[in-house]
């Protein structure tokens, strides 16, 4: 997949050329669960730019999840990141709220071609969590200490949890 529209000729085909520079599909219904950033570019920020197959993509998942789609160039640049020296620009994002919607997402991924790619903290120092694939941040919703029980040194939790919440619970209740 090319990260820009095809260019036959010199004159832009497929998305751009359809819609004329505008988002069409998803992004023009306003899908409920697209969130701010994506909603608000129509508003006077910088035109989005996205791909046709990524259109697709985020459309499908969009219909599919009840947490957060964001494929617009402002998600699609901060999870470009992690705390590597790496930066490779994602597909799009998806912030789950349950474990329905990463079933969900990775049905809808694989029905695309494209690579699932999940993401707790993004402290990785090796590129782990950038690449072109969704990516699914567990930090935003999934991140509840389910059961934590200090005699057996166990606990379950969602996948979001990062280690500083888990001390800090394990402090609270001793
Ligand atoms: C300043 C600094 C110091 C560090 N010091 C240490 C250290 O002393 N010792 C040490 O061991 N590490 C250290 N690290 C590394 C860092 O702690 C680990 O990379 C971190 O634990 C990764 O967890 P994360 O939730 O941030 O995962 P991410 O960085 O978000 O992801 C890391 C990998 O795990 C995968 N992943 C994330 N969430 C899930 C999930 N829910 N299900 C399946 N796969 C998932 C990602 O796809 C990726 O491949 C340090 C990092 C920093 C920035």
């Given at each position: 997949m090319?990260?820009?529209?095809?260019?036959?000729?010199?004159?832009?085909?497929?998305?751009?050329?359809r819609g004329?520079?505008?988002?069409?599909?998803?992004?023009?219904?306003?899908?409920?669960?697209?969130?701010?950033?994506?909603?608000?570019?129509?508003?006077?920020?910088?035109?989005?730019?996205i791909?046709?197959?990524?259109?697709?993509?985020?459309?499908?998942l969009?219909?599919?999840?009840?947490g957060?789609?964001?494929?617009?160039d402002?998600?699609?640049?901060?999870?470009?990141r992690?705390?590597?020296?790496y930066?490779?620009?994602?597909r799009?994002?998806?912030?789950?709220?349950?474990a329905?919607?990463?079933?969900?997402?990775?049905?809808?991924a694989?029905?695309h071609g494209v690579?699932?790619?999940?993401?707790?903290?993004?402290?990785?120092l090796a590129?782990?969590?950038?690449g072109?694939?969704?990516?699914l941040?567990?930090?935003?919703?999934?991140?509840?200490i389910l059961?934590?029980?200090?005699a057996?040194?166990?606990?379950?939790?969602?996948?979001?949890?990062?280690?500083?919440?888990?001390?800090g619970?394990?402090?609270?209740?001793?």
């Amino acid at each position: 997949m090319t990260s820009r529209p095809a260019r036959a000729g010199g004159r832009l085909t497929g998305w751009a050329a359809r819609g004329g520079g505008r988002l069409t599909g998803w992004a023009a219904r306003g899908g409920g669960r697209l969130t701010g950033r994506t909603a608000h570019r129509g508003g006077g920020g910088a035109s989005p730019v996205i791909e046709p197959e990524v259109a697709a993509l985020a459309d499908a998942l969009a219909r599919a999840v009840e947490g957060d789609v964001e494929f617009d160039d402002y998600a699609r640049h901060l999870y470009s990141r992690d705390a590597s020296m790496y930066s490779i620009r994602p597909r799009g994002v998806v912030a789950p709220r349950h474990a329905e919607d990463v079933v969900a997402a990775v049905r809808v991924a694989a029905e695309h071609g494209v690579a699932v790619l999940p993401r707790g903290a993004g402290t990785s120092l090796a590129g782990q969590t950038v690449g072109d694939a969704v990516v699914l941040d567990f930090s935003r919703y999934m991140c509840a200490i389910l059961e934590l029980d200090a005699a057996t040194r166990t606990a379950r939790v969602q996948p979001g949890v990062v280690q500083d919440q888990l001390n800090g619970r394990r402090q609270r209740t001793s």
